[in-house]
């Protein structure tokens, strides 16, 4: 049975006529440019879009009105994307023809509510200021994420452009100011680049809303590989009972070099995948670490191998790392491996085609890269990736930072 949704699209905005599901998906997605206080300003707006209106001040009165239109929902994301931030907005509600009484032009009022209308207050924004600064300090108390952080700060102090990935910006939150919020809030439709999705059996009347929308705007994300200077061994202490190592790699890779998929294949094939020869190799064999994982960027060509061990293996996993990048650059392994790292992306990819969210989600990454290829060709390029292509992405990955958060005990656990 083939359960591909189709789509049409016009201008920004993409239209899946679908009788599959009985509810209705309005999604927005925003791509903004990226700035410090765009992004923190951003962070902070999502907590007021659809939680708090004019006329629906404070959760309570939000919360009864969403669940008299059928438990209807407006959710907000943020995050950043490469060099580009993106405010995600979800409205989803029962399709009209099942309700009595509901008719469609009531959820395109509440949908004009929470984003037309919406509810800025002092208060408040200390409030969401407050918890967004609690959420950043318990996520840079977790060790991978202090590890990776610290990381990036190194390499930010020769690549302004990392900064972006380095800092968290928990004392800059403090100085945002609800002026700041509104700014940015009223320049969404005016200033900034929008994509617009809407899913379901829907009628004339939320179709013609929905094109309201439209929007020629258009930003993207820069994809251009780093080069990275050469760094010494970088030791730090903190108070964990595991050490977490990150080993960074400088690649010439991007989503627009030639050699895309021969990267992206090669990394799942050395980190990403319970076949993958760091996860044989140095986790189940030699049982020199906790996990191990690979990530690469897609747009500078990055690559951190991340790991939490035990300190005394530090040496030895290094070392077994360098060993199975080798082995990828002398093509010493079971080329089935490589087949099966292809079967994941394809059927992957194929997937995205089945489920709206996931195809959405593709649509938005490729609009943002301006790189759209269809599926047909995407697959033929993945199978078309050979060991001695492996073999040549390898040979130019270079080795640039060892850093280690050693772990050590308080006192009184001594």
Not at 198 to 227: C, P, Q
Not at 254 to 259: L, N, Q, Y
């Amino acid at each position: 049975m083939n359960n591909k949704i189709s789509y049409k699209k016009e201008d920004n905005i993409y239209l899946f006529k679908n009788n599959k599901y009985k509810t209705i998906d309005f999604y927005l997605t925003f791509t903004i440019p990226y700035s410090i206080k765009n992004r923190l300003c951003l962070r902070l707006l999502k907590f007021f879009l659809g939680e708090y209106s004019k006329n629906y001040p404070n959760k309570e009165a939000m919360m009864r009105q969403k669940s008299n239109l059928y438990a209807t929902t407006f959710n907000c994301q943020s995050l950043v994307d490469g060099d580009v931030l993106v405010l995600n907005i979800d409205y989803a509600f029962v399709n009209p023809k099942f309700i009595e009484g509901i008719k469609t032009n009531d959820f395109i009022d509440f949908f004009k509510e929470c984003f037309f209308n919406c509810y800025f207050d002092e208060k408040l924004l200390e409030e969401f200021k407050r918890n967004s600064i609690d959420d950043l300090t318990r996520r840079y108390d977790q060790p991978s994420y202090y590890a990776y952080k610290h990381v990036f700060e190194i390499l930010a102090k020769d690549n302004k452009e990392l900064e972006i990935q380095a800092n968290t910006y928990i004392e800059e939150i403090k100085d945002i100011k609800l002026e700041d919020i509104v700014n940015i809030y009223n320049s969404l439709l005016k200033d900034f680049a929008v994509d617009v999705f809407l899913f379901g059996d829907y009628d004339d009347e939320m179709l013609e809303f929905v094109k309201t929308f439209k929007n020629n705007k258009r930003f993207l994300i820069t994809n251009k590989a780093i080069e990275l200077k050469n760094h010494n061994e970088t030791i730090e202490e903190k108070e964990i009972s595991q050490s977490i190592l990150d080993i960074v790699y400088e690649t010439p890779f991007t989503r627009h070099d030639s050699s895309y998929e021969a990267y992206a294949l090669g990394n799942i094939l050395l980190g990403n995948l319970p076949t993958s020869l760091l996860f044989e190799e140095v986790r189940e064999k030699l049982s020199l670490c906790y996990y191990i994982n690979v990530e690469y960027s897609k747009h500078n060509g990055i690559v951190v191998i991340s790991t939490a061990i035990d300190e005394k293996n530090y040496r030895e996993v290094v070392k077994q790392v360098d060993i199975q990048i080798q082995r990828l650059i002398n093509k010493d392994y079971d080329p089935n491996k490589l087949e099966l790292s292809k079967k994941m992306i394809i059927d992957a990819l194929r997937s995205e085609q089945d489920d709206f969210s996931q195809l959405k989600n593709g649509i938005v990454r490729d609009e943002l890269n301006g790189k759209v290829l269809t599926l047909e060709e995407l697959e033929n390029k993945l199978l078309s990736v050979s060991v001695e292509d492996i073999s040549n992405v390898f040979k130019q990955y270079k080795h640039r930072l060892t850093y280690l958060l050693k772990g050590k005990l308080n006192e009184q656990d001594i």
